[in-house]
């Protein structure tokens, strides 16, 4: 068992190694037409401050304006002749996927004669982490419902809305890419993540399977979809759930840096990488699951039993 865990570990620091030395720089984000969705916090938020800073031309949207207002200014100071704009939209509704979507091609046409879409990033959720109430079946089936329509058939939406400006008749050379925020929530699904990782977990096979459509249509050359799986990263609404239910002093051991996480996740699409596991070890609680479900699912039931602060 011990020379399997061995073997696996060695062969991760390899991969990583490769996909080290192949990073591209952010500096390919120069010139790019770029959107955000889910940037007034967060990963969202300091992606669109490392887009700005390389030059791409960038859309920020999410449901809050004067958050996003202040994350433009922001991307403004940093760098000044970057074009930016700020769409205020709610992705669980369809028609203002197909606003954000119908505004940015405007504004990316406007400046740079270029109707295209060179990325689009996926990021925005509603998160919930909160025990079922048997009492209230309605409620429970309504935050379903809404957690759904936003994570998951907004991400989809978005994603068939973009595809058709992703594809060119002519020889395309660079490829455009879609990247894809999911979670290791969607494999440890404990009882309190309910919602959360249902549609985590679904948006991993739905992405999975417009990948190989893609590939079935040839199109694989043209666009990439980059399907990233996040263990806890340091923001905001992260903290505002683990520091309420586990020990802080674990929390600060295990979150990663936002700053840092947001540079691998463009890196790996620029990459065209079909994956980020992030960190890298999240990959071994796949194999985990995998082989060994039950006494993983009994480990998840204790630390939801034992460790997490009711
Ligand atoms: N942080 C972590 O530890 C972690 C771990 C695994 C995966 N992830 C994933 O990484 C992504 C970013 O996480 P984060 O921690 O940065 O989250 P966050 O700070 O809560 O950001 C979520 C963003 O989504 C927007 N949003 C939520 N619902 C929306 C809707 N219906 N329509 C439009 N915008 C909406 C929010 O802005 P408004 O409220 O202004 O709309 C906010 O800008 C998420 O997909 C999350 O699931 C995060």
Redesign the pocket.
Known sequence: MLHIILILIISLIIIKFFFLCKSPSLSNLQGKNVII?????????EMAYICAKNGANIVI????KT??DKVASKCKNISPNQPIKVIT????HEK?CEKLINLSIEFFNEINDKPEIDMLIL?????LFEHMDFNNPKLMVEKLRDITM??LI?FATLSHLTIPYMISDSNQKEFKSIIV?????STISLGMSWA?STS?AAINSYFTSLNEELEYQELQNQIKITLCH????N????RSHTDKYFPKLLVDYM?LN?EVTAKSILQSGLNGQKELWYPSYGILLRYAYGIFPGIMRKIGFWIQKYLIKN
């Open positions: 969705t889910g940037a007034s916090t967060g990963i969202g938020e949207a999410s449901r809050r958050l996003l939209c709610d992705l669980k203002d990021n925005h959720a509603m998160t936003s994570n907004g925020l999911s979670s290791l929530m959360y985590k996040l263990g806890s990263i923001t905001i609404t992260m979150v936002v």
